[in-house]
């Protein structure tokens, strides 16, 4: 069993991150908190005295764990900008004249027809001459020209323009960028054309970071001169540098369905390879001199740390930089390292800085990765003993990437709803090489500046262990069930696989039975749990409009079969964006698409019918209308949705003559001001309307009445 006297740190962190969950779902203030944190403090630090009076024993440890929740709490009310009374959203937001001046924040990112900023607001105002400080980060994009490609960390900006707040998802269960925003402190945007900004000045002061970004592009363009093919410089450049800008949508999809998506993402695994391979060759130093201990931790640090900034500092990277440097400051100071306690300070002190990031999901993976890796990967791998060296190192490395599959996997499941069925084939050949690639990365750097041959071995060298590895990552991605997707699993059920995985964790250590028996009960409660969802999945019948920019897509349920009614126009990756979620939340197996505007397009089954524009899914019917309407019989057509799409020439009075619906749907694809016009109409007329480009995605449950 575990010391707890060992790891101090771990029972600190439990009340602290409480803290910072209540502060995240509440939000409140609580007038006098400082004074009730320093009293709290000072009331721990006076019953330290008792601490002889056996009957007080548990009032220092109360007031400890009570003090840290309230300091998570308070400051993570702190770190919420939008809770300081100078961020810019305190004063009116409506006028669109309004002047914003600000700070390049970070390195800008070029997009198709804009260029993504964002912004730290100094001042707002009316106009350039009466601008108030304020604070608070907006997200800025910027019509793309030559000016605003040239755009720089460090840069001063003024514009002229309307801050709006980030909206939550238009689709159900669709990923809620708005949260994840949020979470970076970044809550209202911005779009400006050209003519509507100037730059103040350009970037004149020093800054640690502002000079980490010059080293990522010097470094990038370096790669770039000797990776010519586009795969494997984006790869290269994700890699060893964090630049993820340029790697290609198959090339993301196909690491990210084989599991091999960290090696993307510069993380942890990248810190641990940069130390291992510099403190490999400082150990070759032999010297006594009793300065060179912490001279060794001076270079370590200052190298990790440096890394660290030029890859962009991520909650991944940090977490590993900050983790080692409590290494290697322990081994300095000739102290005993307990990992565990080592891995909770550094995420106690991360959230210390960043309270947020508790609700990262590459901060929780990174975590839960390496604390699996510690905990199980030395058990897995004593369940086989291999006697050749080639084959332990293999059974070894693939009881790493079993070990952290395990401890992520609720995670996986609950953030991305797919498991790669062959992470542990990836991880044999990704992992090593990533070792090698990310050495030869690094001597490339060094050579171009002073050899030009020995770089341009060493770059080809580089290309062809990319190229190697892209191709293995193709390979897999195609083998056969290479990828389980469509796995909804929702947040407690997520939460019961933890407690199981922990009840196991305390039966393997404790050897106790009971601890096995709760871990497989908590494993039963959530195979119910699927298999009630599964039934639920069974009866049902759905009607869902997504709201997609200047398109149509329906989806239409009947337990788990989807016919998709969509515009030919329509891409594949915002129809994936808008309705893989609701699909995979209703266990949808299989879709049949159907395009509107194809006179072919048919479709005839036991409970739905579809020609021409109208479905009928049991005794439901839908008209989807793009254009004038020839009729001429006598009585109306009974309808219960008539949907409008396209921006049809047609007027309000000329659809009640031939139609009798309950519900009018404007979808995304028409002009607002149309349906604009459309809704004035219906309040007049007294029809009932939804307008799904401004208020979202329209659900409905086909099984009730129409509301």
């Not at 370096?222 to 949508?249: C, D, M, Q, W």
Request: hydrophobic letters at 50%.
């Amino acid at each position: 069993m575990l010391n707890w006297r060992e790891i101090p740190f771990v029972r600190l962190l439990l009340p602290f991150a409480v803290g910072i969950l209540l502060a995240i779902q509440f939000n409140q203030q609580i007038p006098g908190l400082p004074v009730a944190f320093l009293a709290l403090v000072a009331l721990q630090m006076l019953s330290q005295k008792l601490r002889g009076l056996y009957r007080y024993r548990w009032m220092p440890g109360l007031l400890l764990t009570v003090s840290l929740l309230v300091l998570g709490y308070g400051i993570t009310l702190q770190h919420d900008e939008l809770n300081h009374d100078s961020h810019f959203s305190k004063t009116s937001l409506s006028e669109a004249g309004a002047m914003l001046i600000g700070e390049v924040a970070d390195a800008p990112t070029l997009k198709e027809k804009w260029v993504k900023i964002k912004l730290e607001i100094d001042g707002r105002g009316p106009n350039a001459d009466s601008l108030a400080p304020t604070s608070g980060n907006l997200l800025l994009y910027l019509e793309r020209d030559s000016a605003s490609e040239l755009l720089a960390f460090g840069d001063q900006l003024v514009l002229q323009g309307k801050a709006t707040p980030i909206e939550p998802p238009a689709n159900p269960h669709a990923f809620d960028y708005g949260r994840y925003l949020h979470f970076q402190n970044i809550h209202y945007q911005a779009f400006v054309k050209n003519g509507s900004w100037g730059l103040v000045k350009k970037s004149s002061r020093f800054s640690a970071y502002g000079t980490a970004i010059l080293f990522q592009k010097c470094f990038t363009e370096t790669l770039r001169k000797h990776l010519k093919t586009e795969n494997e410089f984006a790869v290269g450049a994700a890699l060893i540098f964090g630049y993820r800008s340029e790697v290609p949508e198959e090339v993301l999809t196909a690491y990210s369905q084989t599991g091999a998506i960290h090696i993307l993402a510069v993380s942890g695994m990248h810190v641990g390879i940069l130390f291992l391979i510099l403190n490999f060759f400082l150990k070759q130093v032999k010297t006594r001199h009793r300065y060179w201990r912490w001279a060794k931790a001076g270079i370590l640090l200052a190298v990790i740390w440096s890394f660290a900034l030029v890859t962009g500092a991520s909650p991944s990277v940090l977490r590993s930089t900050t983790m080692f440097s409590f290494v290697i400051l322990a081994d300095a100071l000739g102290r005993n390292k307990n990992f565990y306690n080592t891995l909770t300070a550094s995420a106690f002190c991360l959230l210390l800085y960043d309270p947020h990031w508790l609700l990262s999901v590459s901060f929780q993976l990174s975590y839960l990765a390496i604390l699996g890796i510690v905990y199980f990967q030395p058990r897995i791998a004593g369940l086989w003993v291999i006697e050749n060296k080639p084959g332990n190192y293999l059974w070894e490395l693939t009881s790493v990437s079993l070990a952290a599959q395990l401890m992520t996997l609720p995670f996986t499941l609950l953030y991305f709803h797919q498991f790669p069925t062959y992470f542990w084939l990836s991880s044999l050949v990704l992992v090593p090489l990533a070792g090698f690639e990310m050495g030869l990365g690094l001597l490339l750097l060094v050579l171009d500046q002073f050899w030009a041959m020995g770089a341009n071995a060493v770059g080809w060298l580089l290309w062809a262990l990319l190229k190697f590895g892209n191709e293995s990552v193709l390979f897999i991605r195609h083998l056969p069930a290479a990828l389980v997707s469509g796995i909804w699993m929702g947040g407690i059920s997520a939460l019961l696989l933890y407690l199981s995985l922990g009840s196991l964790m305390a039966a393997i250590s404790s050897r106790k039975v009971r601890w096995l028996l709760a871990s497989l009960a908590l494993l039963l409660v959530v195979g119910v749990s699927f298999a009630f969802s599964e039934f639920q999945h069974h009866k049902n019948r759905q009607l869902t409009i997504y709201s997609v920019y200047k398109h149509t897509a329906i989806d239409v349920f009947d337990g788990e079969k989807t016919w998709s009614l969509i515009d030919s126009a329509l891409e594949a990756k915002p129809l994936k964006y808008a309705a893989e979620g609701n699909r995979f939340a209703n266990g949808i197996n299989s879709v049949e698409t159907l395009h509107l505007g194809d006179s072919t397009a048919t479709a005839t089954s036991d409970h739905f019918f579809y020609e021409n524009g109208l479905a009928q899914f049991y005794e439901k019917r839908l008209l989807v209308v793009s254009g004038p309407v020839a009729y001429g019989g006598e009585e109306k057509v009974k309808l219960d949705f008539l949907l409008l799409r396209n921006t049809p020439k047609i007027k309000l009075e000329e659809l009640l003559q031939i139609f009798d619906f309950q519900l009018l749907v404007f979808d995304a694809s028409n002009k607002r001001w149309r349906v604009d016009d459309w809704k004035t109409e219906c309040d007049s007329l007294g029809v009932r309307y939804f307008d799904v480009g401004e208020d979202g995605a329209l659900v409905v449950d086909l099984k009730e009445p129409i509301q």
